[in-house]
């Protein structure tokens, strides 16, 4: 808008407005609140993409589940919100952007609701899937709201907002999980999300501007388009989700879901690149801009997700946190990305986003190296710095890589364009998890099966070791056949321990090979910094 109140997409008509909306345009904050209003719901779709972890333990007890059905509550929560982000540009062209995104909100909150309430597994795995529908629309819409409401010299302070929910939500949500399941049990979880959704709905409704009637788009429901895309990215997140735990293609179901993943996706594709009016606009990423940023943003998912998934099973399983010790140790990082991410909206616009992106990647990459030193005497102060670093590195590269992948899109592209590379970064986040938790298992064992070789009768360290632990162990028995039983556990842990230490180095090394080779990508991004925003930001 001319008064830089309410968005440039619904133009200069102030009668879209409400009248605490149109004071609020007149002292020019009103795309502020907006702003504040966007990351408001994108904040609750993402820490209830994490939160639920901590409490499946819980939740497997309380409903008489065993652990891999109770899986279903994350696997179909997830499955349903890779669906609905790239439908999300198309749903808000049809019913208009604002009445969507409040249905987003609304049926988020209620779904949340029925999740608490639920009295069976069954029961909670319908309300979640519900909740991801639902929420596989705040994501997305947050960030094209944003580039439909701010202009070129605003975008980088708008981003680094927008960035603080998407880069703390996930190291919040074990954190605030973990303590709302141990004080108040696992159903407030869900129920914290009712007062928080009731106040975002609210907010929209006052806040953004309504819908006008030319905008909205009344063409031909794509049918076939939806349901093969649900297909394939149902398929395809369920294989992530379940792969580990059926030991993926050695199981039937597994193999069936890729095979449905490859013929969905396959005939998904061809169907929107050949029909008049596609429930997903792939034509978009002709814009070389986005093909190369949602390539990277895949990388960025892969590899920030990655590490905040594998830090806590290693605290968890070789130091022995609880879930929420594991979630608190990941907060030095978030705060220090809230803290980046103030300056990196006040520079982004000043300097060529590539630079900035490879900066961010080299810290990242020095993360990771610096995580796969772990060793036995490694503790929460050896975290410490590797962990902060790894939150400076992902503003580094958020920010400037929203930037330059979609600020130069026309705005008849941003709706779809933001879709899809919210998709790419969460495809790449499911799949990063699904390849560390695969690599993990796999280098395990080929590190247990080297350890093994060298342990042998004739060893003089295991010999004495044996013989350490058998004295130790007379002293409370006079078997010596139990003595050595005993003797050979405790031998058999430590290379167990010692086996899943190795491993977490592996995969940390790999995760900073992954940024090294994928750095090239950024020659093909655009510059993403504009002297408009350079003058705004000073």
Not at 41 to 66: F, R
């Amino acid at each position: 808008m001319s008064t830089a109140g309410a968005t440039g997409l619904y133009g200069s008509d102030r009668s879209l407005l409400g009248p605490l909306a149109t004071r609020l345009a007149d002292r020019g904050i009103l795309k502020w609140v907006i702003a504040v209003t966007a990351a408001f719901g994108a904040i609750l779709e993402i820490i209830d993409t994490s939160i639920i972890n901590v409490a499946l333990p819980d939740i497997q007890g309380n409903l008489g589940a065993t652990l891999s059905e109770a899986g279903w509550v994350s696997t179909g929560y997830a499955c349903a919100n890779v669906v609905m982000i790239p439908l999300t540009a198309w749903l808000g062209y049809r019913f208009g952007k604002k009445q969507y995104l409040l249905f987003s909100l609304a049926g988020f909150t209620a779904a949340s609701v029925m999740c608490g309430l639920s009295t069976s597994l069954m029961m909670l795995i319908i309300a979640r899937v519900l909740q991801g529908f639902c929420g596989g629309g705040l994501l997305a819409k947050a960030q094209s709201l944003l580039f439909e409401t701010f202009p070129r010299s605003e975008q980088p302070a708008a981003q680094a907002l927008f960035g603080i929910a998407v880069i703390s939500g996930p190291a919040f949500g074990p954190v605030l999980g973990g303590w709302l399941t141990d004080t108040l049990g696992w159903r407030w979880i869900f129920f914290i999300n009712l007062p928080l959704g009731i106040l975002a709905v609210v907010m929209t409704m006052i806040f953004l501007p309504r819908d006008r009637a030319e905008d909205r788009v009344s063409s031909r429901v794509d049918w076939w388009g939806i349901g093969l895309l649900t297909i394939g990215l149902g398929c395809f997140q369920t294989m992530l989700e379940e792969g580990q735990e059926d030991d993926w293609f050695s199981s039937r179901f597994i193999v069936l879901m890729a095979v449905g993943a490859l013929i969905g996706g396959t005939l998904f594709i061809w169907r929107e690149l050949t029909t008049p009016a596609p429930a997903v606009d792939l034509r978009v990423l002709r814009h070389r801009s986005l093909a190369a940023g949602s390539a990277y943003s895949f990388v960025l998912g892969a590899g920030l997700y990655g590490v905040m998934f594998a830090v806590p099973i290693f605290v968890q399983d070789f130091l022995h946190f609880t879930a929420m010790q594991s979630g608190l140790i990941l907060m030095p990082g978030a705060f220090a990305s809230a803290v980046v991410m103030i300056v990196m909206g006040k520079i982004s616009g000043r300097f060529d986003a590539r630079l900035l992106i490879a900066c961010g990647a080299i810290a990242t990459t020095g993360t990771a190296l610096l995580l796969s030193t772990i060793n036995p005497d490694t503790g929460t102060g050896s975290l410490f710095l590797p962990l902060v670093l790894r939150g400076v590195g992902a503003v580094m590269m958020f920010v400037p890589l929203s930037l330059a992948t979609l600020g130069s899109l026309p705005k008849s592209a941003i709706a779809a364009g933001s879709g899809f590379y919210s998709l790419t970064r969460q495809m790449g986040s499911s799949i990063g998890i699904a390849v560390i938790t695969t690599l993990l298992t796999h280098r395990e064992a080929v590190h247990r099966a080297v350890l093994v070789e060298n342990i042998t009768d004739t060893s003089p360290e295991v010999a004495t070791r044996v013989q350490l632990l058998g004295q130790a162990f007379a002293t409370r028995s006079a078997d010596p056949v139990l003595v050595h039983r005993q003797a050979m556990s405790v031998l058999d842990q430590t290379v167990n321990a010692q086996a899943l230490l190795l491993s977490f180095a592996d995969v940390f090394f790999y995760v900073a090979a992954a940024f090294v080779v994928t750095l090239p990508l950024l020659f093909l991004l655009n510059k993403g910094g504009n002297r408009e925003a350079a003058a705004s930001a000073h």
